[in-house]
């Protein structure tokens, strides 16, 4: 075995256990800067988070809610997730988002007398193609006009929240109300949920999603295009892969995963279109993703977490007074934290290397 093959396998093994263990630091770090921070409100730490450990995942409510929060973010976290793969930076999830939770409106209210699982099919379906449409867009403009998706998606969002606002407001209304708010979904609609809790059945659309997704990037040459359409575009088109229409169907796949996610948000929480319904779940997911490493499977994990974060955090803040919003500060230093051991071996390889030309 030559040289060079021996340093290879070197690199792949050290970049596969700086994905394993990178989440794993970033969280315990993040959490001990937040220690800091209790402590620094007069709480023992240890005390703190024995409820925000009770809150997220003692009990069955406790874990109802924890994956009740998992959902959203689960999903947006693969759409994100799914566009970062291609080198498209998604920052819209929200906005699609919005998307399918209005076609999901639009349809769940409606078509009164079909079976469950065919209205609840039929919402999921156009879900998907609105928030795939809102998608296109940005998609396009990335691929074949070489705009920069990060401005595009980021002002997307900003029509999708105003055009939410215009429906609730206007034609989706509900009679006789004066809420910004529409009619609440036909019972057939309404996703159900499992005996004895309020969680919906939307967590097994999570799982099947992750699942599929994982599968297309490890066994099929779609997900290797994708994925090598991150790496090096130009070499996949002299591969003769049509790269811009790639990225196109790539983007639009991610936001109809985000419009599956408002759906579900609408059917199994709100059961009605109401304002602001997700606000910040789109950045939150940016987040998810990127502790998961981009890993479909390691989504789930993620989500589960920050959704653990939120569940507990009410129960920390009952019994010891630390605010809600300490779970945000510790989500920012999990992420910061994670991106630093990520890119801090090839932050150090690039300075020897300078070095090296310099000297």
């Given amino acids: 075995m030559t040289e060079k093959k021996i340093d290879m396998q070197k690199r792949i093994r050290q970049e596969k256990l700086i994905n394993i263990f990178s989440p794993v630091v970033g969280a315990a770090v993040g959490l001990i800067l937040g220690s800091l921070f209790i402590l620094s409100q007069g709480v023992n730490p240890l005390h703190a988070y024995y409820f925000l450990i009770q809150g997220a995942f003692v009990g069955v409510d406790s874990w109802a809610n924890t994956l009740l929060n998992m959902i959203p973010l689960g999903l947006t976290g693969l759409a994100v997730a799914l566009s970062y793969k291609a080198g498209v930076f998604n920052i819209g999830a929200e906005g699609q988002m919005y998307l399918g939770a209005i076609a999901a409106t639009i349809v ?3 078509f009164s007398g079909l079976p469950m699982v065919l ?14 449409a809102f998608a296109f867009l940005p998609g396009y403009l990335k691929a074949y006009r070489g705009i920069n ?3 595009v998606t980021m002002l997307l969002n900003y029509v999708a929240v105003y055009f939410l606002s215009l429906l609730v407001q206007g034609p989706l209304r509900e009679a ?3 809420y910004p708010r529409s009619e ?3 019972d057939s609609a309404i996703l159900p949920f499992f005996p004895g809790t309020y969680l919906h059945i939307g967590v097994l659309v999570v799982l099947v999603f992750a699942v599929v997704m994982f599968w297309v990037f490890q066994k099929t040459t779609t997900g290797f295009n994708i994925e090598a359409s991150g790496y090096n575009p130009r070499a996949l088109e002299y591969a003769g892969i049509n790269v811009k229409m790639l990225i196109t169907k790539t983007m639009v796949a991610s936001g109809a995963i985000a419009g599956i996610a408002g759906a579900v948000e609408i059917m199994g929480v709100h059961r009605r279109l109401i304002e602001n319904f997700s606000v ?3 950045y939150d997911a940016i987040a998810v993703a990127l502790l998961a ?3 479909p499977l390691g989504v789930l994990v993620s989500a589960t977490f920050f959704g653990g974060l939120r569940a507990g955090a009410n129960t920390m803040q009952i019994n010891t007074g630390i605010p809600v919003y300490f779970v945000l500060m510790v989500q920012a230093f999990v992420i910061l934290f994670v991106v630093a051991f990520q890119s801090g071996p090839r932050i150090w390889k690039l300075i020897k290397r300078r070095v090296a030309q310099n000297g």
Wanted: aromatic residues 6%; glycine residues 22%; charged residues 10%.
């Fill in 293 to 295: 490493n981009l890993n």
């Fill in 108 to 110: 769940g209210t409606r």
């Fill in 280 to 282: 910040g779940l789109g």
């Fill in 184 to 186: 609440r979904l036909l």
């Fill in 119 to 132: 209205h609840i099919g039929l919402v999921m379906i156009l879900a998907a193609a609105f928030g795939g």
């Fill in 176 to 178: 006789g109300t004066f």
């Fill in 149 to 151: 998706e990060i401005v």
